[in-house]
């Protein structure tokens, strides 16, 4: 076996029949579980997506086996696995309920082990509170458990048990007595960990049903009687007294980790991260697109404190979610509605997206019909419903990631458009929603209407578009890429030569980037610069120079030939040695001693020589003749025509050729 191997079984997983599934699913176990095979090839994600949907198998040996090669990939791959975290564990919590024991098992194991090497708990259990609501009484009880086993794994400074807590307590009031006694169960533990402070706020924030109440703090006491409590519980730090409890409750303690990708100038950026559940997780946030200063202006950052603040709903089918979207799909499609209901029902829609719709498979039936109501919104003329629809736009790209392609493909013209906007809401919030789909939505159909804006007459375009072709080729691996490399090449060429500054700087650190995936293709753009394009690519500050064939040919501009040093090993070291500047007056040395940057002091002192006596000579004559300073000036004439002793000109200095005469008459 090959590296190509998991490529064929990307063929082969796709199959209906579910004898060859079982067969196909063993040989990949033994192929995993050999640390020897690689598991490089074309389209891993391919690969994973297909097995994901082994899970939602109706044959346990199916969902069995999934489960395993996902388990052996988050082993090998680890932090690489963070992209297809939401849509593993979306099936996993369905797993959680399975009727064979031996799937909950693998289940829970899969959850456990993202959590030990692909992402936090807190980020795990993001993505697993639709657990606490599932409709199957089940998984509610595993996702308990689960809860449990992290605390005592993990430890209650791992969790926001702000979050957790509110759904645990709903839980002691659930229909199901098996779950009641399990939510019961993790509340203890929690006190276990954490102490008093959760006491009190359990007491006086939480809506424990009074029939639990007192049981609870009597079990409460009884752990501190027994000393059963954890040295976590007991410890207070510095002055304000900030132990687990304040990290795991308050309110003001608790900071979600939510970003955008950043623009890494000198390297790459994170692959997307697309999530799901109440709170959401992604790349760290390019730079800022203006100042918090900025007034109306969106960033990053308000873009991922909006990203939640919508109305909490609860779905419990898919025909619910069918009907939630009909209702918003109908409004935002009548630009008569008042502009309230229609910033409203795009609020509703990320609230049904956090309350888990993306795991119903009616969810992307319906979307396809939502993208001419969001493309409304988006060139609507009230800012708050352009922003709030840029918003949604960039938070399903950070749920979805690459199954928003076409969504994208078909919103990023008009966002496009907002760029040049008068309005600084509505300009930034384009800048921001684009940036989100760079970093999230891996779309090759992206590049082309990019790169074609590159011809705009708005010269704001312009340079937000060389920004996000920096973005993209230091996100984006390269396969990716490939397709539309041409067009990329052309796009950095442009950017370069571009009548913007601002523009220009970004398309050259693109070249940068470009240039570690095409490093031939990156020659060539090179070549095809002119002198003083290739000199300020080269004295670009924020860019290191790299050690590759473009970059190396780029390193020759205007220095002299390369010196190379004596090397024992096949790549010689290169020495370069820059000419400095060339002064505008010949300085000379100390001691007489000529230098490159000085002219040589014999031949000045030649030429100072002849030039005084030739003066003296014309002064002299001219008093004898009694004549003008016309004999004078035609002699100085002849003077100034004739060639110097020595060209100094040929080594780059500049030579003073006016002429001071020393005739009294020429200073009347």
Known sequence: MNMSQIDLFSTLIGTTDVKKKISIGSDVISYLQDPSNGIECEDIGCFIEGIIQWLMSSNFKVSLNGLEILGLLVDRMKDDFRPFLQGAITPCVDRLGDTKDSVREKANTLILKCMDKCAPPQQI????????????????????????????????????????????????????????????????EVYRHVGDRFKQDLVNKQNVPPSKLPALLSKFDELVQNQQMLPTAMRIDGAKQEDETDRGLSKSAVKRSTSAPPVRRNGQIPTAKPVSGPSTTSQQCATPVASSGSIGAMDESLFIQLFEDVPRIQIFSSKEMEEHMNSIREILSNTNNEWDKRVAALKKFRAILIAGAVNYDEFYQNLRFMEPPLLISVKDLRSLVVREACITIAFLSQQLGHKLNRFCETVLPALIGLIPNSAKVVSTSGIVA?????????????????????????????????????????????????????????????????????????????????????????????????????????????????????HSSLNNVGRTPVVKKPSSTSTESLQKIPIPRRPALPVGLPNGTPSLSARSNSAIELQAVQRSKLRSQQYAAAQRMKIGSGASLREAALFKAEKPFFDLSERGFIINKKIESGNPASRK
């Open 125 to 188: 259990f993001e993505r697993l509170l639709p657990g606490f609501g599932h409709k199957s009484a089940k998984v509610r009880e595993e996702v308990l458990l689960l809860l449990q086993t992290t605390l005592n794994t993990h430890s209650a400074a791992s969790l926001s048990l702000s979050r957790l807590v509110p759904s645990i307590v709903k839980l002691l009031s659930d229909p199901s007595a098996p779950v009641r006694d399990v939510a019961f169960a993790t509340l203890v």
């Open 434 to 550: 684009i940036r989100f789909i760079i970093a999230n939505t891996h779309a090759p159909r992206l590049i082309p209407i990019l790169t074609d804006k590159m011809t705009n007459k708005s010269k704001e375009i312009r340079k937000h578009v060389c920004e996000f072709l920096d973005q993209l080729v230091h996100a984006w691996p390269t396969q990716k890429m490939e397709k539309y490399s041409q067009q990329l090449q052309e796009a950095i060429r442009k950017g370069i030569a571009d009548a913007d500054l601002d523009a220009r700087a970004s398309a050259r650190r693109a070249y940068y980037g470009f240039a570690d995936h095409f490093k031939d293709q990156a020659a060539a753009l090179l070549n095809s610069l002119d002198p003083h394009n290739k000199k300020a690519l080269y004295c670009d500050p924020t860019q290191p120079m790299s050690n590759s064939s473009s």
